[in-house]
């Protein structure tokens, strides 16, 4: 089992039972070592599979834990807890709901869901949502959530602030009468669950002897409280994760987590794992001088014995055009080397970077796939499938109510929403309970409505899952409205697929023949009542998770549409076709591929502007850089473009620092060939042997060559320029024409500036001082 580990992560898997932090380094072999770290302790028999809780931020991340657990040791990996956070909270509130104050048919909202339900508040209590942004307040509630405090413990230090707090109530109000809950609401109803029952605290503390966390830098504030509690009774904590990788504050990741880790419980038994074996020696090179440039790290640094490697090439281009098309060319000549498209990768900053690469990828006939986008269970027509299927089984369910009651379209306008709306908040009840109040042709659209998902939820009543899937799909409507569609048939597809989910859903969780009522008593025949723990002995607590992915006593129904609501939070996209993959840096966290671009190496861009000022957010910018440079194995690209097409402006910009950081012996400037006109490509393929672009040796940083220049002086205004002539600009600084082209208001001019390098000027936008003839 241990054979095979480097001497770190040996000393990391045979720890004894104790409190320790493990700084992984990106490529360093930590799943490796938290996956025989598990199946170690249980081979020695120093604990057994249902003492252990590993904890991790991504469905697949679980799923590969327990298949690496599984393949080492030849055991049931049922029983054992092994999933994310939020999916870990899940199985806890439905084992123990009634303790939770939650029905146990409760439904989970995803980030989509939560967003429309405080919509539909907000209007339903004649706030006016440009001075409160549904946005905003989904923000400021989440981030309450994740502080553990409830609306009485947030300070309201101003009338805003206060409305708020109102507005957090309102919503906490609604939630509960409709029985659902938000991902955040999932980590703090257990966190309260915990804390104020001692019987349910002391069974978990009792029951988990080891509790591993993985990518231990993305935790937020009340998932360490989370964690502190279930290892009140003595459990060890084995915490892996890497600071330099924390890129997550936006959703409430705090770094300094792992620092206070160290304090509170590793307390000097810190073990580094800095053995790369993903990327060649440039590579990490390039990252450790990155990242010593943030002061507040624990310190590591990543080598390899795999040798040095290419150095990154680094290509500037006048435009992001250019900097697509030549990357486009660059792709190609990977693609006839032998690479497959699927380990290439182009990462960018932001989505807005994306449009122009997909436009040249697209030209070119290069398979290509937008990695991270839009993922199946979040796509509108799953989503109003998934929405009568949660009908079916809550009826008081408002926000699935909305999404579906008029959809496809039966006749039931805004108004009579409007009236139904307000009869459900006069009587406080569900929008369903308020149907019969609603007078006319609407009440009797919206009461048949209602009708047909009570008979849907009779017809299907002793159907298998995949079954009742598709039979409510055919019956709801979806696949006739849809097929009316020109642009449909991809919608249909996805419904047809959403069958495909379910059965497999349905064969992995062992309930593909059994109807609902079947498999809720085959539980209570098999485990009595899961809730009564206080009278269980040791062996009988196995009993508070008889069902894999801890579906607790639940239809098969109900487990399906919170594995949904669980996927479709879930960061991974899904897999495809053999194509380059196209993905912001962000998603791009956890991946690696042979060949990498980053591209939109500028101030502004990367490193953001929005966090460039201020100290914390260029630290988390320059850990995002450090990211995006361990994705690569073999080949790395910075490329920049000195101008760019961003929200519809036509923006110039400066080389990013985190160029400057990086020492020159790792980098390799690549410069254009002269005189081509915008309509040809300026690269052919991808380079070799060290040679620039004209096919002579590389000598590292080299000064971009001018294009053609098509005359040697014009007239704009009252000024005349001509190319040699010395001119300063009041944002980059002084610098020579060294080309001009066009005439008049279209005339523009190539400057060599001292500080930042080549810039493509329009001149009649451009204010440009003439400091010499």
């Known amino acids: 089992m241990i054979d095979k580990l480097n001497t770190p992560q040996r000393e990391a898997v045979t720890l004894a039972p104790q409190h320790a932090l493990v700084l992984a380094g990106a490529g360093s072999g930590k799943t490796r070592v938290l996956t025989t770290r598990m199946a170690w302790l249980i081979q020695t028999g120093q604990v057994s599979p249902l003492g252990i809780l590993a904890v991790t931020f991504t469905n697949k991340a679980a799923r590969e834990m327990l298949a690496r657990v599984s393949g080492i040791l030849p055991i049931d990996i049922r029983g054992m807890w092994i999933g994310t956070f939020h999916g870990l909270c899940n199985r806890m509130l439905r084992a123990h709901h009634r303790d939770a104050s939650l029905p146990q048919a409760f439904q989970i909202l995803d980030t989509a869901d939560q967003l429309s339900a405080i919509k539909r508040l907000l209007k339903a209590n004649g706030i006016d949502d440009d001075k409160y942004p549904a946005r905003d307040v989904q923000r400021f509630i989440n981030g309450a959530k994740e502080e553990g405090l409830r609306p009485s413990a947030v300070e309201a230090y101003d009338s805003f602030r206060r409305r708020m707090i109102e507005i957090y109530e309102l919503y906490e109000a609604q939630c509960a009468r409709e029985g659902v809950v938000d991902f955040p609401e999932l980590l703090l109803r257990s966190y309260e669950l915990l804390s104020r029952n001692e019987p349910v605290r002391s069974h978990y503390q009792r029951r988990f002897k080891h509790i591993l966390i993985d990518e231990f830098q993305d935790t937020n504030t009340l998932q360490y409280k989370w964690l502190t509690l279930l290892a009140g009774g003595g459990a060890s904590l084995f915490a892996v994760g890497d600071d330099d990788q924390s890129i997550y504050a936006f959703r409430g990741a705090n770094v300094g987590n792992m620092a206070d880790f160290e304090r509170d419980y590793a307390r000097g038994t810190v073990i580094r794992l800095e053995q790369n074996y993903r990327s060649y020696g440039h590579i990490l090179d ?77 030209s070119s006939g290069v398979p290509y796939k937008v990695y991270g986008g839009l993922r199946f269970f979040e796509r509108q027509e799953i989503k109003h499938a998934l929405a009568y299927l949660r009908l079916m089984a809550n009826i008081d369910d408002d926000t699935s109510f909305m999404r579906v009651v008029n959809f496809p379209p039966r006749g039931i306008g805004a108004r ?34 209602v009708m047909k998902i009570v008979q849907m939820g ?256 014009v007239t704009v205004g009252s000024q005349q320029f001509r190319v040699g002539q010395g001119v300063k600009h009041a944002r980059f600084g002084e610098g020579t024409i060294i080309g001009l082209s066009g005439s008049g208001l279209e005339a523009q001019a190539q400057i060599q500036f001292r500080e930042v390098g080549l810039k493509t000027l329009a001149l009649g936008v451009a204010k440009l001082d003439i400091t010499q003839s």
């Not at 990357?327 to 807005?352: F, K, M, P, T």
């Open 286 to 362: 390039a990252a450790n001088a990155l990242i010593t440039h943030n002061s507040s790290r624990l310190g590591k640094n990543l080598w390899t014995e795999q040798g040095a490697g290419e150095q990154i090439r680094v290509v500037e281009q006048p435009s992001d055009s250019l900097e697509a098309r030549w990357l486009v060319d660059e792709v190609r000549g990977l693609i006839s080397d032998g690479h497959n498209r699927s380990q290439i990768a182009v990462l960018y900053r932001s989505n807005a970077q994306s449009r122009v690469i997909e436009h040249a990828l697209n």
């Open 458 to 713: 009779h017809e299907t009543r002793s159907l298998p899952l995949p079954e009742l899937v598709d039979h409510v799909i055919a019956h709801s409507g979806l696949i006739e409205h849809y097929n009316q569609d020109r642009e449909g048939a991809d919608r249909v597809e996805n419904l047809n697929e959403l069958v495909n989910a379910a059965a497999a859903f349905a064969i992995e969780a062992d309930m593909s023949g059994l109807p609902a009522g079947v498999i809720v008593n085959r539980v209570r025949q098999t485990v009595g009542d899961p809730l009564d723990i206080e009278t269980m002995d040791d062996a009988d607590q196995i009993a508070i998770d008889p069902m894999q992915e801890g579906f607790d006593g639940l239809s098969p129904l109900m487990a399906f549409l919170s594995h949904a609501a669980l996927e479709a939070g879930d960061n991974q996209a899904q897999a495809g076709q053999d194509a380059v993959q196209l993905m912001t840096v962000h998603a791009a966290k956890g991946l690696e591929f042979d060949a990498v671009f980053i591209t939109g190496m500028e101030e502004g861009l990367f490193p953001h502007e929005n966090s460039a000022s201020d100290p914390s957010g260029l630290e988390e910018e320059r850990r995002l850089m450090y990211v995006a440079i361990t994705r690569a194995r073999e080949r790395l690209y910075f490329s920049l473009a000195q101008s760019r097409m961003l929200h519809g402006q036509t923006r110039y910009a400066m080389r990013s620092r985190f160029l400057s950081e990086v020492p020159d012996e790792h980098l390799k400037w690549i410069t254009p060939k002269q005189g081509f006109s915008e309509t040809e490509p300026r690269w052919k393929g991808a380079l070799h042997s060290g040679a620039d672009a004209f096919g002579r040796p590389s000598t590292g940083r080299m000064t971009p060559l001018p294009a053609r220049s098509v005359t040697s002086g």
């Open 416 to 449: 009579t929403l409007e009236i139904l709306s307000d009869q459900a908040q006069s009587f406080n009840t569900s929008l369903a309970q308020a149907v019969a109040r609603v007078p006319g042709k609407g009440g009797s659209n919206l009461a048949q409505f």
